[in-house]
């Protein structure tokens, strides 16, 4: 069977897609890397593993990864729900989805 057919289905890529693809795969697994990490920093706070000062920079440090996806996200034109793949009769990847923050940069500033 020749694959140069009339009836021979054509993938057509386009390098903007291409790179968009690659940027969502990539970002999912960054994104569940990143919630995973939150999990079990908010597991180690709830028992108490940690002094106030770790607490303190564990909250800074997971919303500056969160801004930091945000902006990656914006930059490659995909939402949070886009990275989050359905797996069937297992849910979604990533749970429940938040809607998208701005980043700060973005926010309106108040004088």
Avoid: I, Y
């Avoid at 995973?36 to 990864?65: I, K, P």
């Avoid at 990656?72 to 886009?82: I, P, R, S």
């Amino acid at each position: 069977m020749s694959s140069t057919g009339d009836g021979a289905a054509r993938l057509a890529v386009e390098p903007e897609s291409v790179e968009r693809g690659l940027a969502t795969l990539v970002l999912t697994v960054v994104e569940l890397l990143r919630q995973l990490m939150e999990r079990q920093a908010l597991r180690r706070v709830d028992e108490g593993e940690l002094s106030a000062e770790q607490v303190e920079r564990l909250g800074l440090t997971l919303m500056t990864l969160e801004e930091h996806m945000v902006r990656l996200c914006d930059h490659f034109g995909v939402t949070l729900a886009d990275l989050n793949l359905d797996l069937g009769p297992l849910g979604p990847l990533l749970g429940p989805v938040d809607p998208p923050r701005p980043a700060a940069d973005s926010a309106p500033r108040r004088h």
